[in-house]
């Protein structure tokens, strides 16, 4: 099988296992575990934050922090095609009583900067009062791409002028900044709180990790715990952790490399509707031409051995770990006979 479904389907290579086999451990709900502490410092270094707190997943990485800026009966601002927003079981509202105020994504998962100030809230007893803004990078509905400086830049003066906190979804953070060649320290300079994931590109089987200030981090903890996120030797996975931000963020290139080539190779077939601009990092997303069905055209690759996911109408494909090379020129010429037959 080719799976280009997610990098969540990456396996951790021998010497992680190796790092989680041999790692010392101890209770972190006691805050006793010294491979996660260490994990958590190094987190806090590429950040640039006081504090890092490891959690199981990303979809708990992003409720436990708008979970702590964001009090019961506020709103957030966030875009219609956010991972928070689409994908995550609205757990801020359901656990936190907070509500989601949705604005326009732009194809590179910016926002207009017009509509993100005229949705905050004026303070009137009518409405919930606006606290958080959540921005996610790379943004991975809008193609995998990395949100420019100069749009986080943006965002920050309006917060800043409204009083308001900004949190990053930056499940694929790491992919930014090889993307963009920016470290991860200076893309999130005035971001509130920040979330990445381990298990996506970076390989690791499970695990995410928070950073903000210390006393964000230290409410963070207490959340993390009520919602049944506190682990015990959780040492195991960090160990994974540790390996990845040691050995697995260079690496993010190949992946870069490998979506690029394939939106070059796929943008040839005349029925593949791409803009090959927008791929950027590890995620290319693709509409087919109407003569084209995309049920049809889901089940002609699998039964070659290529799986992807679909979602909205259109195709997602992501590169990762597991795929190499000579699968995207494999995946281009299979694609190319299939759309053939179909058409
Ligand atoms: C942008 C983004 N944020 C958050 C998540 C959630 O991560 P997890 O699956 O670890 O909960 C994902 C998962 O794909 C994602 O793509």
């Not at 965002?155 to 920016?182: E, P, T, Y």
């Not at 690496?251 to 927008?278: C, F, Q, W």
């Amino acid at each position: 099988m080719i799976d280009l479904r997610s990098d969540t389907v990456t396996v951790p290579n021998k010497d992680m296992r190796k790092a989680m086999y041999d790692s010392e451990v101890g209770d972190d709900v006691y805050g006793e575990d010294p491979t996660v502490n260490k994990l958590q410092e190094i987190a806090s270094e590429i950040t640039g934050k006081e504090d890092s707190l490891l959690v199981s997943s990303g979809t708990m990485g992003n409720l436990v922090s708008l979970l702590t800026l964001t009090n019961r009966g506020e709103e957030i601002i966030l875009g219609n095609k956010c991972h928070v927003y689409a994908w995550e079981g609205s757990g801020v509202s359901i656990y936190g009583g907070i509500s989601m105020k949705i604005i326009n994504n732009n194809n590179d998962g910016s926002f207009d900067l017009n509509e993100l100030s005229d949705s905050i809230n004026p303070l009137d007893d009518h409405k919930p009062k606006t606290s958080t803004i959540s921005i996610e990078n790379t943004h991975n509905q809008c193609g995998g791409s990395p949100l420019t400086l100069d749009f986080i830049q943006s965002v920050n003066s309006i917060a800043k002028k409204n009083n308001l906190k900004i949190h990053m979804d930056g499940a694929r953070l790491f992919n930014a900044s090889v993307a963009q060649r920016k470290s991860v320290k200076d893309i999130v300079e005035n971001i509130d709180s920040v979330t990445f994931c381990l298990s996506k590109g970076l390989s690791c089987p499970i695990g995410s990790i928070i950073s903000g200030s210390k006393p964000f981090i230290s409410e963070a903890r207490r959340w993390r715990k009520s919602i049944g996120g506190g682990m015990r030797q959780a040492g195991v996975i960090a160990a994974a952790g540790i390996y990845a931000l040691n050995n697995m963020v260079d690496r993010l290139e190949e992946d870069h490399v490998n979506a690029k080539n394939l939106a070059m190779g796929l943008s040839k077939i005349p029925e593949i509707i791409i803009d090959t601009e927008y791929v950027k990092t590890n995620i290319l997303r693709f509409e087919l031409a109407d003569n084209i069905n995309l049920n049809e055209f889901e089940s002609e690759l699998k039964k070659e051995g290529i799986i992807f996911n679909s979602s909205y109408g259109s195709v997602r494909m992501v590169t990762h770990y597991g795929i190499a090379s000579k699968d995207i020129d494999k995946v281009i010429e299979i694609t190319t006979k299939v759309v053939k037959n179909l058409s």
